[in-house]
């Protein structure tokens, strides 16, 4: 599946922005979604992810209660909503897909997923 994050910006602290992850090619509707960011100098870090039918997701400690993450299997295409945005939010986007297999405990770590997108630039000014 090919896959290709949009939507990234320029906002200021506390403003919202929603990126999409548009995919092609096999069906994204049989893999799990996830979104990572990687901030410079720093370690690609997990965000969230949303399983296959959209019933479960998952967020990383540092978004929660602020990022909501959906998918539209029909359109072929993933949601991340990002409210309170922080300075410390500010990194390259990046959406990624793996199996429905992979174990949930794999989730955080970035060499789980198959596939990835490329970036998208995202930065909060304070």
């Known amino acids: 599946v090919q896959l290709q994050a949009s939507g990234g910006g320029v906002v200021q602290s506390g403003d919202s922005l929603r990126l999409t992850c548009a995919a092609s090619?096999?069906?994204?509707?049989?893999?799990?979604m996830g979104w990572f960011r990687q901030a410079p100098g720093k370690e690609r870090e997990f965000v969230g992810a949303i399983r296959r039918s959209g019933g479960t997701v998952y967020y990383g400690t540092s978004v929660k209660g602020r990022f909501t993450i959906s998918r539209d299997n029909a359109k072929g295409a993933g949601y991340l909503q990002m409210n309170s945005l922080k300075p410390e939010d500010t990194a390259v986007y990046y959406c990624?897909?793996?199996?429905?297999?992979?174990?949930?405990?794999?989730?955080?770590?970035?060499?789980?997923?198959?596939?990835w997108g490329q970036g998208t630039q995202v930065t909060v000014s304070s």
């Open positions: 090619g096999h069906s994204f509707s049989a893999y799990v």
């Open positions: 990624a897909a793996a199996p429905q297999s992979t174990i949930v405990s794999s989730f955080y770590t970035a060499r789980a997923w198959t596939f």
